[in-house]
């Protein structure tokens, strides 16, 4: 954010500059014509302005990110802090509000007369015609910011372009444990945190270097502390080695949304367990939430890897197992909108679409739905909606 409001002021400094060393260039008739001695009005109605703009969209968007943080789902939030029209807005504004007030200390210096001054209004007129069009562009941003399906939105976003970066498939079947060779060298972290990223070309170097194979034990999104296994390898490993294992993985407090898909659908699954609880019962938000999971489930099963994207042959990395890509969207909202008919239909139908788009996870799917199932029919207090649940899961999962 800074960034943009710095370039303003540069902008203003180096204007007040040219103002005073290539203002004689231009002729007074014209100066006198185009009114640029009005710029002193100018330049202070635009500080006074630009310091209220400033402090309203400031305001709006920490009214954003509090409504967010108590209604939808506090790890959402980073979405909307790095948003980039909202920053560019707040930009565009201190950055004027900075080019103002340096425009008049440079009036108010009296280094050049009133050809000069045509420089300055030139730049000044400028600085408006963007003021206005980022102000526009705020005001219909401004409508939709920090609501719930915006919302929505931007974690499905967040989530789908990580699965498109995804470098392996979702692996189907049972879960699978690699098992470690008694002699092979465990690779620890000394930090305790979420892993945010893996650097696969370092990993690859290292490999080389070592003329073996690494195989990783943790992904992105995983807990680590000094007793949980990075990775290991065959290889004899030195101190350095072992340095330069470490720095491969980024270590942080918080989960990031860049490299952990996963992430994205357990944030998904928190804003529906929020819609669905007692206080604010909103079912469309959790079916909106189901329809916007499962086609980030879809994107991960339908994506091929490029071979860009794809680990080195020395460097072994882990899928997702598919089972747990489940959990961390669907068993959340049909544990807590189990007493919705609405939520357990679109439950059922989401599986089954994506049983349809991988028949070779159709069992997980299933084992969902039956899950699914069990836990609405527990909850639901009418007949009537426990026989339709019934009926419509045994429309995709006849029983045997």
Sequence with gaps: MWFRAALFCVFAI???????????LIPYQFASKVGAQSVDNILNVLA???????????????????????????????????????????????????????????????????????????????????IVVTFLRWIEHITRFGRVNDTIHRVESAAMKAALAMGTSPRFGPRQRREVPDDASRIHHDCIGRITHIDIP???????????????????????????????????????????????????????????????????????????????????????????????????????????????????????????????????????????????IRLQKSLAALATTAPQGASDCAAMARNALDRALKAMSNETDRETITQIHLRYWPAP
Excluded: C
């Excluded at 204007?15 to 060393?21: C, K």
């Excluded at 709006?60 to 560019?88: C, E, F, H, K």
């Excluded at 565009?92 to 200390?105: D, K, N, P, R, Y």
């Design 14 to 24: 180096l204007l007040a500059l040219a103002s005073a060393l290539l203002g004689h």
């Design 48 to 130: 006074t302005s630009m310091l209220a703009v400033t402090t309203f969209s400031l305001t709006a968007m920490v009214s954003a990110y509090s409504g967010a943080t108590s209604n939808i789902t506090p790890r959402a939030v980073q979405l909307l802090v790095d948003d980039s029209t909202a920053q560019n807005a707040l930009a565009t504004f201190l950055g004027s509000f900075l080019f103002a007030i340096v425009g008049i200390i440079a009036l108010s210096t009296g280094l050049y007369g009133e050809s000069g001054r045509v420089i300055l209004f030139g730049g000044t007129i400028l600085i408006i015609a963007i």
């Design 202 to 344: 370092a990993l690859h170097e290292v490999a080389q270097d070592l003329d073996g194979e690494i195989v990783l034990s943790a992904l992105p999104g995983t807990m680590v502390d000094p007793s949980r296994m990075l990775a290991w390898t065959k290889a004899r490993i030195d101190d350095e080695l072992v340095k330069r294992l470490r720095s491969a993985f980024t270590i942080a407090h918080d989960r990031a949304f860049d490299n952990d898909p996963r992430f994205g659908l357990v944030v998904l699954s928190e804003i529906a367990s929020r819609a669905l609880s007692p206080a604010v019962n909103d079912p469309g938000t959790a079916i909106s939430v189901i329809e916007a999971g499962t086609r980030v489930l879809t994107a991960m099963l339908t994506h091929e890897p490029d071979e860009d994207e794809a680990p080195t042959e020395d460097v072994v990395v882990p899928a997702f197992a598919f089972p747990d890509l489940l959990e961390d969207l669907y068993r959340p909202i049909a544990r807590d909108g189990a007493g919705l008919l609405e939520v357990s």
